[in-house]
């Protein structure tokens, strides 16, 4: 079955600094994937997607390119904020029948000043 | 304002007790789903619904049960047969007429604590 490879963190990172959190997935057929945000006790928010292959989503200085040759979508931003703790899940949706939107495990991200 | 509406949002229940979960929308979204979250294992498929009056088994059913009787209502009942129910649940629904690769919008949660 369809399924989607994150690292767990959490990732600890100074403000300014680069951020990358690494996604691989598994699929059959050509998966849309996306990268969502969830601040403490909230719902998950859309961040970016890319529906195709070598499409780059970006969003709040957040961009991730959809790479199918490598089965990744990678996110990263140049200069990280305090504002941008939070936890990063990377999910695909299938392109079949029955469509379902798988996620990984979530990484979380701490900024600090 | 048109969104995902999860109740409550926070649940206490004794264990052996059923309990239902609400999740409501208005956005005229087809397709509906339920996750589990737990720390350290993201979010889990419970069950999902692509039209009234059909729902799929998601990956980790047992305990659960689900009814689409209305597009705007995809309500979640936690049984009793369901080992280890505290979790925080996370209500989603999508247009997969909007297009593909359409995303899926995400309700507020509902914390269930079981004691």
């Known amino acids: 079955g369809d399924s989607v490879t994150q690292m767990e963190g959490p990732v600890t990172l100074s403000e300014e600094a680069f951020l990358t959190i690494n996604c691989t997935y598994t699929?059959?057929?050509?998966?849309?994937l996306f990268w969502y945000v969830q601040y403490p006790g909230e719902g998950l928010q859309l961040l970016l997607k890319?529906?195709?292959?070598?499409d780059k989503g970006s969003n709040k200085g957040f961009e991730a390119t959809y790479r199918k040759e490598t089965t990744s979508f990678h996110l990263e931003k140049g200069s990280v904020q305090v504002s941008d703790s939070a936890v990063y899940f990377c999910?695909?949706?299938?392109?079949?029948?029955?469509?379902?939107?798988?996620f990984g495990i979530g990484t979380k991200l701490q900024v600090i000043p | 304002d048109g969104g995902i509406t999860q109740s409550p949002k926070y649940l206490f229940r004794k264990e052996g007790q059923n309990v239902t979960l609400s999740c409501e929308q208005n956005?005229?979204?087809?397709?509906m789903y339920w996750y589990r979250q737990d720390p350290g294992q993201g979010l889990r498929l419970i069950y999902y619904?692509?039209?009234?009056?059909?729902?799929q088994k998601g990956d980790i059913a047992e305990g659960y049960s689900v009814s689409r009787e209305k597009k705007e209502s995809f309500p979640l009942t936690v049984t009793s047969a369901q080992k280890n129910p505290t979790a925080f649940y996370l209500c989603?629904?999508?247009?997969?007429?909007?297009?593909?690769?359409?995303?899926?919008?995400f309700g507020q949660g509902t914390r269930l604590t079981v004691v």
């Open positions: 989603a629904s999508r247009s997969p007429r909007a297009g593909p690769g359409t995303e899926a919008f």
């Open positions: 699929a059959t057929g050509y998966p849309s």
């Open positions: 890319a529906t195709k292959a070598d």
């Open positions: 999910a695909l949706l299938n392109s079949g029948g029955y469509q379902k939107v798988t």
């Open positions: 956005l005229n979204h087809d397709a």
């Open positions: 619904s692509q039209i009234v009056n059909d729902f």
